[in-house]
């Protein structure tokens, strides 16, 4: 059974930076691209950030183009993605999730998604 496991949100002012860790278990991990997604209140999940299986291929919504970098780990089956100059718009749950292809589209990963990581940016 594939299982996802968040971590590393928290409170950052604006300007700051953190990194978010998603560790999977119960898949073969280097045959899945890994995909990030966001949701605030009164919305649905939005795309961040995608990895492919190898690592060549990285997508990223124009928000946070230049400011997030999704890498990946194969060692202890770990993705990561680190934010730097977060900006109160960036606050949200971020969830991770694993699927055969990069999507912009939730419904289109196969999942499962993790149980989500709150991250809130504020001064």
């Known amino acids: 059974q594939v299982h996802l496991v968040e971590s590393g949100g928290g409170l950052v002012q604006p300007g700051g930076s953190l990194r978010l860790a998603c560790t999977a278990t119960?898949?073969?991990?280097?045959?899945?691209?890994m995909g990030w997604f966001r949701q605030s209140p009164g919305t649905g999940r939005l795309f961040v950030a995608a990895?492919?299986?190898?690592?060549?291929?990285?997508r990223y919504a124009d928000s946070v183009a230049g400011r997030f970098t999704s890498f990946r780990t194969y060692g202890n089956s770990t993705a990561f993605l680190e934010m730097d100059s977060l900006k109160p718009e960036d606050t949200g749950v971020y969830y991770c999730?694993?699927?055969?292809?990069?999507?912009?589209?939730?419904?289109?990963?196969?999942?499962?998604w993790g149980q989500g990581t709150q991250v809130t940016v504020s001064s």
């Open positions: 119960g898949v073969t991990f280097s045959t899945y691209a």
């Open positions: 999730t694993v699927g055969e292809r990069i999507d912009y589209v939730p419904a289109s990963w196969e999942g499962p």
């Open positions: 990895i492919a299986w190898n690592g060549d291929i990285r």
